[in-house]
C-alpha cells in the first residue's frame, strides 16, 4: 500500500540553523509528492510539490529533491526564522490515483527560538 | 479563484450534545471533499471523502457521520458527541486542472467537547 514516514519531532533549532526533515514514502508506481505547512491555530497550505523523479520543489527558501531511488523526498532549509515554526507534513498523491485522498505523513512539529 | 469555508472557528459543546460544522468551497464544481479531524498534538486522521452529491466514503467507523446535501457543501455531524471528539476539524477539496493531485484545505473548527 501507500504510506509516508516523516521524521518524528518536535525539532528545535535556533534561529539561521539549518533545518532537515526527513521523508520517505512506499508506493505503487511514480506518486506526486508534497510538503505542507501549517501555522498554528491554521490549516494546512502547500509549501512546495514536486511530481516526478529528480524534480525539485521550492518556496519560501525552503526546498525538497524527489530521490526516486531512495523514496526520499527531505525538507531542507538553509536559515529558519522564529516565523517557520509550525507543523509540516509530507504527503503523497499515487500516479492515476482518481479520487483517491492523499496519504500524509505524522507531521514533525518545528519550534525556532531566538 | 477558489476559496474553502469553514463554519464555525471555534465550539465548546457538552458531552452528549448534537453537532454539525459545515464546509463550502466556492469558484469550482463538483469538488472532491474531505473531512480531516487533527487531535491534539497528533497527525492527521482521514474521517470522510466525497465525489458528489449524496456519495460519501467513511474512513472511520465512530459516532461522527457526514453528508453532501449540495455540490459545493460537506456536513460533518454526530448525534451525541464524546469527550475524544474534541480536535481541530479541518475541510479539504481536490484541486482541478495542473493542480489536480492537490488538496486544499479549509482554515478548521477547533472543538471542545466538555
Known amino acids: 500500500g501507500n504510506s509516508v514516514t516523516q521524521m518524528e519531532g518536535p525539532v528545535t533549532l535556533s534561529e539561521e540553523a539549518f533545518l532537515t526533515i526527513n521523508c520517505t514514502y512506499t508506493?505503487?508506481?511514480?506518486?506526486?509528492l508534497f510538503w505542507y505547512v501549517q501555522y498554528p491555530g491554521e490549516g494546512l497550505q502547500l509549501l512546495l510539490k514536486?511530481?516526478?523523479?529528480?524534480d525539485k520543489g521550492s518556496n519560501k527558501g525552503f526546498e525538497a529533491t524527489y530521490r526516486k531511488e531512495t523514496t526520499s523526498f527531505h525538507l531542507e532549509k538553509g536559515s529558519v526564522q522564529v516565523s517557520d515554526s509550525a507543523v509540516y507534513f509530507c504527503?503523497?498523491?499515487?500516479?492515476?490515483?482518481?479520487?483517491?485522498?492523499?496519504?500524509f505523513g505524522k507531521g514533525t512539529r518545528l519550534s525556532v527560538i531566538a | 479563484s477558489q476559496t474553502i469555508h469553514q463554519w464555525p472557528a471555534t465550539l465548546v459543546q457538552p458531552v452528549g450534545s448534537p453537532l454539525s460544522l459545515e464546509c463550502t468551497v466556492e469558484?469550482?464544481?463538483?469538488?472532491?471533499l474531505y473531512w480531516y479531524r487533527q487531535a491534539a498534538g497528533r497527525g492527521l486522521q482521514l474521517l470522510f471523502y466525497s465525489v458528489g452529491i449524496g456519495q460519501i466514503s467513511s474512513e472511520v467507523p465512530q459516532n461522527l457521520s457526514a453528508s453532501r446535501p449540495q455540490d459545493r457543501q460537506f456536513i460533518l455531524s454526530s448525534k451525541k458527541l464524546l469527550l475524544s471528539d474534541s480536535g481541530f476539524y479541518l475541510c479539504?477539496?481536490?484541486?482541478?486542472?495542473?493542480?489536480?493531485?492537490?488538496?486544499?484545505f479549509g482554515p478548521g473548527t477547533r472543538l471542545t467537547v466538555l
Open positions: 514536486a511530481t516526478k523523479a529528480d
Open positions: 508506493a505503487t508506481g511514480y506518486p506526486s
Open positions: 469558484g469550482t464544481s463538483n469538488p472532491n
Open positions: 504527503a503523497l498523491s499515487p500516479r492515476n490515483s482518481g479520487n483517491t485522498p492523499l496519504v
Open positions: 479539504a477539496w481536490r484541486g482541478l486542472g495542473a493542480t489536480y493531485n492537490e488538496q486544499f
